[in-house]
């Protein structure tokens, strides 16, 4: 195993499902039924007119297919290869009754495929109306903010903490499922409609709450959520413990080492970003890797196709096991994780089973690495900064508008997402960035009435 080159770690990190060629792309579009009222589009968070952009492909139209993808999803080339279809839109499809649904997210990345091939620009900025928005974060609900209130002629400029835009989909979700390059592509799509982008700019440090509210007619806040939280147990400052967001982000940022090859891992957590972990750990050339989840596999929070594919890739599961203590030598390596084993009582406040010890069932696992993957905290700092009223960082809105207690502030994405609910998805971001595009253009367009 420590043979295993470089190269070929960096090969393993290649978009790992094929897309279909330009034979298969037609042959699937052409056994869509083109439904009048089609449940695949209501089943679709941003609501894309998919029997439209299938027939199009059919037709040899490429452009219009996907402009009718991006035009309701500004970040649809990335929620081909993300989106959890069989749960949305392939789930919905009347064929499922019959055959097998149409492969609705792999004819999405065909046709934001050849969009991006062909470098097109989708769209055109409005015409200036000479109101200026603010956006707080350029993952995929800021990206689709400010590509929305551009489209509606406001002069946007978005705040991003990180070198490069995109959130989520630039430095969260493997390489091997979503290239930062298609990530980069829908950045450059919003950037095209004359919107600022401002990197490594983090709002709260080096520019302040109170300048954003002071030089801007609104401001929308698409944060995200932070680092991954403490297990609280002992040992987890050691070396060999990670988080599983900065783990994962440098297999995107950084070049592939093979420091992992032959190594036990274990991954705490059960959500995607633990699956993430996991398989990253497997192609980094990890000799056994484990996911630790103090709950079952009905409890997980991770999509279904996630759970298979670390499966497929030799990923084991410890369902009902918690860990207590990380254990080292004496040169402070990570050798072992002590668990104990659980069992579900009564549901918590979030609906799910509540997990309680074992008594007498404490075991170790013998393991180098040990990953955190159990959530992730909030931008408390930040969300006080603006003086709103939130819940342990969840920031309270009003449902119908995305206001938040401050009138000029809204809010949008992660940042608003409730606990005990899972974990948030990108195409949902993405159409919570769109509605409160609108709520603020209601807004202003209101104001701007009541003073003309």
Avoid at 34 to 48: K, L, M, Q, R
Avoid at 51 to 69: L, R, V
Avoid at 326 to 334: F, P, Q, R, T, Y
Avoid at 369 to 374: D, Y
Wanted: contains cysteine.
């Amino acid at each position: 195993m420590s043979l295993i080159s470089k190269v070929n770690l960096s090969a393993n990190f290649l978009e790992a499902a094929p897309p279909l060629s330009a034979q298969e792309a037609t042959e699937e579009a052409n056994r869509c039924l083109y439904c009048y009222d089609a449940p695949c589009i209501t089943a679709c968070p941003t609501g894309i007119n998919i029997p439209s952009f299938i027939k199009k492909i059919a037709s040899g139209n490429m452009k219009g297919s996907a402009k009718t993808i991006m035009t309701a999803n500004p970040v649809g080339a990335s929620c081909a290869r993300v989106c959890p279809t069989e749960e949305l839109c392939e789930g919905a499809c009347v064929l499922n009754s019959s055959t097998k649904p149409i492969m609705i997210g792999s004819l999405q990345r065909y046709a934001t495929d050849w969009a991006i091939k062909n470098k097109q620009v989708m769209f055109k900025a409005g015409i200036s109306n000479g109101k200026r928005i603010a956006i707080v974060g350029g993952g995929p609900a800021g990206l689709s903010a400010a590509r929305e209130l551009a489209l509606l002629g406001y002069k946007v400029t978005i705040f991003e903490a990180e070198k490069e835009a995109g959130g989520l989909n630039t430095y969260g979700i493997v390489s091997f499922r979503l290239p930062k390059e298609i990530s980069y592509w829908e950045v450059e799509q919003v950037k095209s409609l004359d919107v600022e982008i401002r990197t490594n700019t983090r709002v709260g440090t080096d520019i302040s709450a109170s300048a954003l509210l002071e030089n801007y007619d609104s401001v929308l806040l698409a944060i995200g959520m932070a680092n991954v939280p403490d297990l609280n147990i002992a040992g987890e400052d050691l070396d060999g413990v990670y988080d599983a967001i900065e783990f994962v982000k440098e297999t995107k940022t950084k070049p592939i080492t093979n420091h992992l090859v032959g190594k036990k891992v274990a991954v705490i957590g059960a959500g995607n970003t633990a699956i993430d972990a996991a398989t990253c750990s497997v192609r980094l050339g990890a000799e056994q890797v484990q996911i630790v989840y103090r709950r079952t596999a009905a409890e997980m929070t991770a999509y279904r196709f996630e759970y298979e594919f670390a499966k497929q890739d030799g990923v084991e599961f410890k369902w009902l096991t918690a860990p207590q203590t990380i254990i080292s030598d004496e040169a402070g390596n990570v050798t072992a994780l002590e668990c104990v084993k659980m069992e579900l009582g009564e549901p918590d406040e979030d609906g799910r089973s509540k997990p309680a010890a074992v008594c007498g069932s404490e075991f170790k696992l013998d393991v180098d690495v040990v990953i955190k993957a159990i959530g992730q905290s909030r931008h408390l700092p930040l969300i006080e900064q603006f003086e709103l009223d939130h819940d342990g960082g969840v920031i309270s809105i009003n449902l119908n508008s995305y206001q938040t207690s401050n009138e000029k502030v809204f809010a949008c994405g992660d940042a608003i997402f409730g606990k005990g609910q899972g974990e948030a998805m990108v195409v949902s971001a993405a159409q919570q960035g769109k509605e409160s595009a609108y709520a603020i253009h209601r807004k202003l367009t209101q104001e701007t009435a009541e003073t003309a």
